[in-house]
Every structure is written in structure tokens, then in C-alpha cells.
């Protein structure tokens, strides 16, 4: 399968050099597209207050249609209505604000997060899940990892389709998820929100102490966040050659990502 690696929402967070990205994979399998999380949408440029929420206050995304993944799938040289499947590491708007570009297609997510998301329990999931990006009615398909195998450690995980593990992550949302594909040469985890800046997995420079408050502030469970953190790390210092990690919002990951 080829994996394109795009951008599909700059943000301009204060303190946070750089700013951030909103890393999304273009799957290109047999029977038609896939991407994994899907950035942000045309209708968040034009309804940032019911689609993004009270966030977009904190995280300040750019919202440069040219970046959603409808027009990116274009420039590519694709029908947006080839893209059969969307699987979400989670629900929070800067990873399905792109669902409604797409409403032919399946979105794949596990079932604890489909639940946070229609029925929030706490107050941050409460705030974090706009009814907005629901209002299209996607076709939700809910996963067990829990009920699955073990892939590379990793106790929860399921195949939904040939090359594509779902991957149960839960921490900074209650059913947040990584995805792993199979690109051919090696497989890509996409470990979605799982840890936000390269240098809490591979203590190569100091993570900005504004995305680190940020991550503890809205996190589901903090104990699961620094467990998931642990994880990451024992499998970037291994240094498989057939394993690519990147998450949804490091700039410098994205970067190597697009080198090759």
C-alpha cells in the first residue's frame, strides 16, 4: 500500500516553537482510499465556533482550506469520493473535523471512544466532542481491540482490514487509539495523541512546556498517558528498520515522514 503523509491543519499554540501540525495519512490500497484521522475540514474554516469548539482558543489553528484532506486528495489526483475508509485515533476535532468531506465513507474507531464521544461523562468530554462534526450521521464502525491479538508488544489490537491495525491506546481520551500500516518496506504507527512532541519518547531535546501542560491538563488518564509514553520509547530506542513512528502534531516527525 502507498502511505502519503500530509498536513491537514497548521496550528500556532503559544510557547510552542514551530507550531504544529495535523499529521495525516493517505492510504492508497486495492479497493480504494483510506486515511487515518482526517484534520480539519472545509467546514471548520467557515464554523470554527460549533466544530472546533472553545479549543481553537488554545490550540489556534491556521484553518488554510488548501490543507484539509478533501482538497489534498484532490491534488493527488484522486476523487474525494474514492476514500472508502477513515479510521480515527480519536474523536477530538483536529482529527475528524475532516469527516464531513467525506460522508460516503466508513469511520473507523473503538468502541470506548464512540461512547466518550455520543455519551461524555466528565466535563473535558463534555467540551472536547462538538456535536457539530457528528451532524452529517457517519457511518461509525466500532472496534474491540481489547478483545483481539497482541501486535509488537501491544496487548490490544485488531486487524479491520488487510495492513491495517487498530490499536488500543487509551489515556489522553478514553478510547484514544494508534493505527499501524503495512506500507510494504515497513509499517507506520501512527500513534495518533498519544505523546505529543518527539522528545517524550526519544529524549533527544526538551518537549515545549506548553504541550506538555496541555497534554496533562485535558488527559483522560494521566497514569495511562506516561504508561503509553513508556511504551513508545522502548520501541523507538529499538530502532526496528521495518518500523516508522510518528504521532498526530510534531512538525519535525512529519518532516522525516515526507523525506522517506
Not at 57 to 67: A, F, T, Y
Not at 189 to 200: E, I, N, P, T, V
Request: aromatic residues 4%; negative net charge; glycine residues 8%.
Amino acid at each position: 500500500m502507498r502511505v502519503h503523509h500530509l498536513n491537514c491543519g497548521t496550528m500556532r499554540p503559544a510557547r510552542t516553537p514551530g507550531g504544529l501540525v495535523c499529521h495525516v495519512l493517505l492510504v492508497e490500497t486495492d479497493d480504494g482510499l483510506l486515511l487515518v484521522d482526517s484534520g480539519f475540514g472545509l467546514r471548520c474554516a467557515t464554523d470554527p465556533a460549533r466544530r472546533i469548539g472553545t479549543a481553537r482558543h488554545l490550540i489556534k489553528p491556521v484553518l488554510d482550506v488548501s490543507e484539509t484532506a478533501s482538497r489534498q486528495v484532490e491534488r493527488l489526483g484522486h476523487d474525494p469520493a474514492a476514500v472508502r475508509d477513515i479510521v480515527l485515533t480519536h474523536f477530538d476535532a483536529d482529527h475528524s473535523g475532516g469527516l464531513a468531506d467525506f460522508p460516503q465513507a466508513r469511520v473507523h474507531l473503538t468502541a470506548a471512544e464512540s461512547d466518550a464521544a455520543q455519551r461524555p461523562r466528565t466535563f473535558t468530554e463534555r467540551h472536547r466532542y462538538p456535536p457539530a462534526q457528528r451532524e452529517h450521521g457517519p457511518d461509525l464502525v466500532e472496534h474491540h481491540p481489547e478483545a483481539g491479538d497482541v501486535w509488537r508488544g501491544f496487548a490490544s489490537a485488531t486487524e479491520i482490514r488487510p495492513g491495517v491495525v487498530l490499536i488500543a491506546l487509551p489515556g489522553h481520551t478514553r478510547g484514544h487509539a494508534a493505527v499501524a500500516v503495512d506500507a510494504g518496506d515497513r509499517w507506520i504507527l501512527h500513534a495518533g495523541d498519544a505523546f505529543y512532541h518527539r522528545g517524550q519518547i526519544d529524549g533527544s531535546t526538551p518537549s515545549p512546556r506548553m504541550l506538555v501542560a496541555s497534554e496533562r491538563m485535558i488527559a483522560y488518564d494521566r497514569g495511562l498517558v506516561a504508561a503509553n509514553h513508556a511504551r513508545l520509547a522502548e520501541l523507538w530506542a529499538a530502532a526496528a528498520p521495518d518500523l516508522m513512528i510518528v504521532n498526530a502534531h510534531d512538525p519535525e516527525l512529519l518532516r522525516r515522514a515526507q523525506a522517506g
